[in-house]
Nanobody, 115 residues
């Protein structure tokens, strides 16, 4: 059974850093193209902000380049997202999934950035 469990969110001040984690189970984590998504409003679609291939190649949405770093720990089947220099616009619920976004979504982890 596929499970995605995001964690690491919280209330932080602008300029601080945060690392999100996504513990996965039941999927071929090492070989798949994994991604982090976010949405600012539950009624909106989730935006893909970062992705990483099985081989470790990364891509980022333009607005987060230079501040977001996606990584993965294959042994722990865990996906990470480090966010540096947090901005109020980063306030969102963050989710992990395959890059195609085809897995059932986890509960997400909420990041709230105060100015």
């Amino acid at each position: 059974q596929v499970q995605l469990v995001e964690s690491g969110g919280g209330l932080v001040q602008a300029g601080q850093s945060l690392t999100l984690s996504c513990q996965t189970s039941g999927l071929p984590f090492e070989s798949r193209h994994m991604a982090w998504y976010r949405h600012h409003d539950p009624l909106e679609l989730r935006d893909l902000v970062a992705s990483i291939t099985g081989g470790g190649s990364t891509e980022y949405e333009d607005s987060v380049k230079g501040r977001f770093t996606i990584s993965k720990g294959d042994a722990k089947q865990t996906l990470y997202l480090h966010i540096a220099s947090l901005e109020t616009s980063d306030t969102a619920a963050y989710y992990c999934n395959f890059k195609e976004g085809i897995l059932p979504w986890g509960q997400g982890t909420l990041v709230a950035v105060s100015s």
